[in-house]
């Protein structure tokens, strides 16, 4: 028979396994920026308002990065302005990578 004391640990034991399991599930290693940005922030600041809050409009995932991110470097007439000398080439590599892993 179990006592209060084990009963009590194997309760915790329970409720914590899947909430790890949860939290290693969805936290899914962002594209990192230098200097410690946040590419999640970076993305809300200058992408969202037109690409929206999960890449979903104007964003095609299936094109290749080099082809994304030269888009970004750019610009894509007449809507999109060119990111050239306002983002750094990791910035926008970063930033493509992210944009795909919101649509998954």
Do not use: W
Not at 43 to 52: D, L, P, R
Not at 64 to 84: A, F, R
């Amino acid at each position: 028979m179990l006592t209060t004391e084990q009963a009590k640990k194997i309760g915790a034991t329970v409720l914590a396994l899947p909430l790890l399991a949860l939290l290693l599930l969805t936290s899914t290693a962002l594209p990192t920026l230098a200097q410690g940005e946040n590419i999640e922030t970076t993305y809300k600041a200058k992408c969202a308002m037109c690409h929206g809050v999960k890449a979903e409009k104007s964003f095609d995932a299936a094109k290749s990065d080099e082809v994304l991110s030269e888009s970004v470097l750019k610009g894509i007439k007449p809507k999109m302005p060119s990111y050239d000398q306002k983002i750094a080439s990791e910035q926008i590599k970063a930033l493509v990578a992210y944009m795909k892993l919101l649509r998954k």
